[in-house]
Nanobody
Framework: QVQLVESGGGLVQAGGSLSLSCAASGRTFSSYAMGWFRQAPGKERDLVAAISRSGTSTYYADSVKGRFTISRDNAKNMAYLQMNSLKPEDTAVYYC?????????????????WGQGTQVTVSS
């Protein structure tokens, strides 16, 4: 099991940038694929970006391609989400999650460990 803590959310104007971080506990971080999900009020929790255990493979939702970048540092037990050119529709609670997968998985229910979430609000 991995414990996850997100940080870096906040309020930003449209067109601005935010960087989210996810700190993971445990000595087996490199055994887990990581995902960033978001959930807006009244909506489903959707995968925004994911990265494989080694960091060599990534996935992005169409809505964030070219604007968001996911990365990880296995030596530091950290995952990151760099968000640029933010839009009001990016407003949501963002969660990092981990899963012991050999490859990237899109379905939220497959991820076993979740952080508490961090609010991202983009004003127009």
């Amino acid at each position: 099991q991995v414990q996850l803590v997100e940080s870096g959310g906040g309020l930003v104007q449209a067109g601005g940038s935010l960087s989210l971080s996810c700190a993971a506990s445990g000595r087996t971080f490199s055994s887990y694929a990581m995902g960033w999900f978001r959930q807006a009020p009244g909506k489903e929790r959707d995968l925004v970006a994911a990265i494989s255990r080694s960091g060599t493979s990534t996935y992005y939702a169409d809505s964030v391609k070219g604007r968001f970048t996911i990365s990880r540092d296995n030596a530091k037990n950290m995952a990151y989400l760099q968000m640029n050119s933010l839009k009001p529709e990016d407003t949501a609670v963002y969660y990092c999650a981990s899963g012991r997968f050999p490859s990237i998985v899109v379905a939220a229910h497959a991820y076993g460990d979740w952080g508490q979430g961090t609010q991202v609000t983009v004003s127009s």
